[in-house]
């Protein structure tokens, strides 16, 4: 439809040659020179494009930051510094810092929550991934009910929660070591789960490699796997799920 | 709620101490001494049990396999080989098997499929896979589209098929080699994308352990990923997630 | 005190040189030429040598099956084939063979049995070491409880059985896939358990490592690991450890 | 038993609905937001929980130091630092400290030491994961006989310390670079080897890894494997088994 | 030829034996003792030798650096640190260092360059290995491309680019997560493509192997694979490429 | 250019709206249900599409076979088997099947071959790989010159060959086992060297990993690296090359 | 010197140019179209080159076997298959064949044999790799004494042989599963050791990848390792030591 | 014969049965709490004891160094640093230091060297390592040649060095990255060629372990190799091997 317009434009006389090529050949970003900002990924996908923040150099965040923010009225970052919260909040006082998830953000007031995800971890070295998780799916509208230290080896914990953790559209599930939380909680629910194996551990853990490999091997039902200690992702999608269920 | 129900009955005189420690000691299953069967699934998750054919001896196949047909009246076995199918076809000659998927199985008549997951892969040689995650997906009640053979070496497929695939409410990403196929499609989608490596390759390859690591390494939001080859765990979640849009 | 008694004997002229010299350069073990074979075992561990049937070539299997049942008036091989049944039963009609464990073995009659292990299995698909490990307690003295497929994607069903896991003196847990029924059991329980990661699964299952990983990693206390499919190595120590539990 | 006891009451009025309710929903554990103490732990498998202080805040670490030493009148932490030590020792100054171990602990006096293990080093750079493996067994009632530097390159100094060790209910064997010393170990005693591989060594050892592959790949029958430095859980494990040599 | 000639001169008496053998055993290469210098590199191969500065001493970076620049009029020093600049700036002020490649130069005025080599990447995090790259290829004589931030996760601002890319005679593609950038290129042009995987990434990256493996498995065609974050080793091998086409 | 060309003609009135938004909704591929032949390949990249044979169905291979054979007047396929032989010889008797390489072809006759490509390798057993390599690059129009089994132990062999290699544009070094001689020859030429490790081999030699592992970890110049026993690739890279350096 | 020799002769006239030519760059080997046979070798190394059998095409063992006949008198290879030895008998009849060590060989009558090497293995299963270790050492004039049977896990038996061990020049240790063996005898013998890691074993033996870690991180001196099953490798080295210390 | 004579000597009352049991009780070995000095070493194996200081404590250090000097006279030690030197000297003033081997010494003065060792490097980043070969062989008497930076990549540098290397008793072959010295080496001499894998590299390198890989798979004969960065144990076989060939 939309090419067909274009073109009966052209045919027309109402739009030039150079227009429309610039049309065909459009490029939905914003060139930094030293990054291509994708400003219309909120169009696309619904989320906000979020800030990377480990590694950039100071004036590549503040930027970007700002860039954002002005878009927005929001921006949120992850994998933060406190020296990069001090740079920044020095220009936007607004900002807040969270030294657990190591979540930068400045979110707008009185955002609607809506849907239901669990957050689960298995131990409480588990908690920084999991509040990325959680924060991450808050920031994109979703409620988010956190279950705490509910590991295997104490099963009745986990199990005491039980209604909670169904009641959920999606459940994301947190653990390192054996990671064998995921595939606990894929038995008992009914929706799907996101693993997020984490670097928690020492010896074989192999730096969360062994809880990966445990979570892509699971034996449950309705289990999908994301990167080590990757909470973001989880929560991007745990809310993309959240978001479906409510539609 | 149910708990307090129960104890209300004992106490009232109107259930016997015995009926309800049964309920409280209950198993949701059903002993078949080499096997416990999961009956009460479909209840739990809405999803019924199935037969991960592969090494199961002949025996155990066909007492199982008809002992779900009798309670759902249909039935669904993955990874079945040729003389399986001859075997049940003898006494269930209604059943159909699908030598590509290794798919066996009785489904109901004039089943209604609902909502769209869009099954792609990387090549031909995932199409086996691609088809097991489909008909699961299907088997469970989703309708699937199936766009194979769009792999990124040749990206000009796969934008040719972008309006399809973005349509759906999940996406199978099935693919080997170096299983870029996934953060393409969770670029250009704003749907959940579940990722199944596949162990097409040779060499560094690995049986599809570098498509894996490719996949959980995928700097697209939205994907997850199930273990290779595991067209079957796909296309359950991804019918999970169809039913949670559906809801 | 062994020592002093042996050097009295010759101070006192009761013991000449050469067979003092001999015990004190003694070889415990008869040599076969090909094989040195162990026969002070018994004496040192309480327990019999065992064959390791696998690759054994005919002649030498026969010739140490024989020599081992003259001595011990039994005989215990494992990881035996159907052709090496044969071979055996020609010459030593009373051998049975279990299919299932590949056990091969000649056994006392009314062996007495005494205090308990538990075997546990994840699924069906590790019933095979599972019955390794219980047919080697067994032979070994003690009563072993086979509880299968109580794997933790359903976990109502290891509920269903705590009771009778938690008699037992140890518990030995087999499980591929993600192996996570080991750290389950190990938070159930106050015994010791043996873990024994089988080569059930596919694709990242890696023939066994990744649940031999997850079993390693356990966050639960009393737990360690033997080989891949080693449900002799486990079925050895479990006895070992009831043996203990009743002196 | 239990149950019935519960229902009988109930039916009898001598419960009410309530009581029994939180029977049947209790939860063991106490809920501190961010963990959740086990604190049945003692009840369910006879050894009190214990604190892996590594890695927590100094203000959750100080709290459930103190909750546990309350309801235990003892405390026990592994792979505590030094400022953690200062930390609390300003608090509670009975504390002590062992800065080879990193154990942390305050232990009830004249505590009664049963039994006997025997805790072997390969190498001197492996006392410190063997002094964790030889406290926790103390902490948990257990005698302990060190027995260091005896690996197997200089067989000679084990030979020369068989009959301790052949003396006690269960041997840890610790060791890093090839990891050989538990297999000689196993072939010389007739009692349970818990083998600890240690991350001692350069080059190839791989962080441990190949002492841990060595020992799982170990020859010797009576042998299994914990995680690489994790002498705590050799020394529960072998606590338990000498428990049950005791009961 | 050149042995004939040497030969012949030999026979005629233009050239003592002395002289003709030094010849059979020359050393194309310059002793310093603590290295041996190629001086005839750029004979051999057309281009100079470049420093590998990481990890050299002071005093023998230093005169390195003094003997190639003395030979060649320009220096060119790859994993450089800011103190090696510092350094070497005292004795050769006209220096050049850039922190981000990590190169520190003495570069010929009014160098041409020619030809075009088209280097890309996939996120801003794996521009200082594509300066590297592209940096190189310039100080031998090609012209370099930069198009940066043109990951896959974000298609349509690779394609914005796709043109200038197909000019070049060479692209040297640079990126770490799942590194699927080289696989969709080498699908886009029909020109050598020199992948390098990047060190960016976390969790499964596994320090850029994943990125590696990807990008071995490619299913395009014209794609070879370079070491991890060798940006020196791809703009080497580009303008090789370069060369070729304008030769 | 062309995107303005159509526009123009638009404008023109000499083409027609649909006409034009074919163009641009183009597919350039033809749909063959089970695959998308990707028949613009040659314009693209000057380079015909190439079957993989390889597990592709015998149905589908004729007719891929037939496809391209009837577009291009040959056609050339890797990886077949005997048996795929002979099923297309029965429909194409002009079909030659190469049973060391495993290509099957029909070639246009008095094909101009122009350039030098040298393929080397370090042992006997790597000629399958080279054959695959030097044949492609020959179909794709490069002389090619076979120089085999020169492998570094024993460098007389490789120095002696040092002028026909040193005159090539591109060498292809094929080695399995330690993998070494690419390192040797890049030391000794100055033009681009294409890798390709071997699964030749046995022990650590893991299935040509460590021949990948040492090529990609090179110390000489210009060299890069396809996958373990690709000789396509190198061949097809290879030809790319010398076709440049003959532009 | 024969350089100089040679230049002499060329300033004399008494060799012509071309003669002299044809001398510095002559090929020390014999080029049979597929391989390049290294004639020269036992003028270099003393020992006689040697046929690695497995993958051979048939006319190329044939005549490559024929070749070294005719030269050398004697022929050896190694990794034959009964099949081939049927092929050479029926040419050489004089051939013998040994199926345990796959060695292949025509060996000179009354060949003296000097100095000793020990071969040790940990179990019967390794012999056949010690066999080609023995017999390789024996071909190039070691005598070579057999231990067979003394692995770690039942030390007496080694400890009875340790008077022959350290009589000998040089000990082969051959081990598969945990591979301690070399590393005792390092302690045990002030000789080099060459450990050969055996594929014997299941599980996470990783087809003997973890043997060879073990000896890799032996803490003994004096010990070095070859490939997987090189039992070739280890003899040939072992015959080298043992001739220098006759020398 | 020993055993024979002191069981005499009992006999004939010339020893009493104390003395005779202390014999065969001994422990050629000092007991020094937390460790097992080897003071018997030097008599077994004509080597002394050397001191692996990486890790020491500091009094331990001291006491070893110390314990071992008024034993031999003279001390040798590795891993040293500055500050364990430091606390050294101001005990041992005589006491030298390498910063480039690590190693640490008081050698006796006017110590005869006699053979040869040629001790090889690819790279100027290798030399670390093998000054610590190079050292340890000249410790244990042997005298070394030091042939530096001659790796593959430039092979005319090799070729220059031969005579020299042919010369040699045994070689030391030291490289990182892609580890191809061994083999080029091995095919040059007929000499033992001890290789040793060094963690110079970066990326694939994987600290060594590729080139450990490498050399492992060398197709060269007499190879056998070392752990990643152990010049010591190289140097140490070196002497070994250079003590026999004059022996």
């Known amino acids: 439809m939309e090419v ?28 930094m020179g030293y990054a291509k900002l994708d400003t219309h990924r909120k169009i ?19 930027n970007i930051f700002g ?7 929001e921006v949120f970052g992850t994998r933060a510094t406190q020296s990069q919260y ?3 909040r020095k220009q936007y006082p607004q900002t807040v810092f969270d030294p657990i998830s190591k979540i930068i953000k400045i979110e707008k007031k009185n955002k609607v929550r809506k849907g239901k995800i669990a957050v689960c971890t298995a131990g409480t070295a588990d908690i920084a991934v999991a509040e ?6 808050e920031y994109f509208g979703a409620k988010a009910e956190r279950i705490y230290d509910v590991g295997v080896s104490g099963i009745h914990r986990l199990l005491a929660n039980v209604d909670i953790i169904q009641e959920a559209h999606c459940v994301v599930a947190v653990a ?23 670097s928690v551990g020492y010896g074989a853990s192999l730096h969360g490699l062994s809880a990966l490999l445990t979570m892509i091997n699971s034996c ?7 990167n080590i200690d990757n909470g973001y992702g989880a929560g991007y999608l745990a809310a993309q799920i959240n978001r479906l269920a409510l539609s």
């Open 44 to 62: 696309r996908s619904g989320f906000a494009e979020v800030i990377f923040c480990s590694g950039k150099a100071n004036e590549h965040l503040l």
């Open 220 to 226: 449950a039902n309705g289990i999908a796997v994301v």
């Open 132 to 137: 990325e998780a959680a924060q991450t799916a």
């Open 86 to 88: 001090e740079l920044i």
């Open 176 to 198: 390192g070591m054996e990671g064998a939380l995921a595939s606990v909680i894929g038995g008992l629910v009914d929706k799907p789960v996101v693993a997020v194996p984490t």
């Open 4 to 31: 067909k317009e274009i073109l009966k434009k052209v045919q027309d006389g109402n739009l030039s040659i150079e227009e429309a090529e610039k049309y065909f050949r459009r490029q939905p970003f914003e060139e």
């Open 67 to 73: 860039r954002l923010y002005e878009q927005d009225g």
